[in-house]
Nanobody
Framework: QVQLVESGGGSVQAGGSLRLSCVAS????????MGWFRQSPGKTREWVAS???????SYADSVKGRFHLSQDNAENTLSLQMNNLKPEDTAMYYC????????????????WGQGTQVTVSS
């Protein structure tokens, strides 16, 4: 059974840092692609960053230069280091995974974690 478990959320002041981690279980190795999405109250879910085996890491413009992905294949873990956090980064962050390359390229993920809350105060 595929399962994604996020950790590392919390509250921080603007300019601070947090590190989110997502452990994927039920896969043979790390999934073909894994990503992070976020959703704030009243807003639609937005893509933040993703890692694909064949294309590496990519980031939304809003976080480029501040957020950084790293993967641990041995632990089936994808981490998101978030630096210089801003109040607008406040959201529930979700980890997602997908095994089909076609879906990965379209950011369509079929497995989701429960989410971890990130709150950034000004």
């Amino acid at each position: 059974q595929v399962q994604l478990v996020e950790s590392g959320g919390g509250s921080v002041q603007a300019g601070g840092s947090l590190r989110l981690s997502c452990v994927a279980s039920g896969y043979t190795g790390i999934p073909y692609c894994m990503g992070w999405f976020r959703q704030s109250p009243g807003k639609t879910r937005e893509w933040v960053a993703s890692f694909t085996r064949t294309e590496g890491s990519s980031y939304a413009d809003s976080v480029k230069g501040r957020f950084h992905l790293s993967q641990d294949n041995a632990e089936n873990t994808l981490s998101l280091q978030m630096n210089n956090l801003k109040p607008e980064d406040t959201a529930m962050y979700y980890c997602a995974a997908e095994e089909v390359g076609y879906n990965c390229r379209r950011r369509r993920y079929n497995s989701w974690g429960q989410g971890t809350q990130v709150t950034v105060s000004s």
